[in-house]
């Protein structure tokens, strides 16, 4: 039997177009001035920039995705400017 566990989690996703950058909130609420860590992914030769955003108790809050459009599959790219632009 396999130790893998599949659930659907609630998940903050944004997206801004203008900036090219997605942002995924895995913590329920983040507090300003929380993220007191960051730390860069080496991607090697792919475009786009991925930040992890940490807490000052080494807890993941977020990632932030710059080149979105580079890095992320074009539906959820469509997908989150349609829900972001409903009133």
Do not use: H
Not at 23 to 36: C, F, K, P, S
């Amino acid at each position: 039997m396999s130790d893998y566990v599949e659930k659907s989690l609630p998940m903050r996703v944004t997206y801004d177009a203008e900036a090219d950058a997605t942002y995924i909130q895995v913590a329920t609420a983040i507090a300003d001035g929380e993220a007191t860590r960051q730390v860069e992914c080496d991607l090697g030769d792919t475009e786009g920039t991925v930040i992890l955003d940490f807490n000052n108790e080494g807890r993941l809050l977020g990632v932030e995705i710059l080149g979105a459009s580079v890095l992320l599959p074009n539906n959820l790219l469509i997908e989150l400017t349609v829900n972001t632009n409903r009133p």
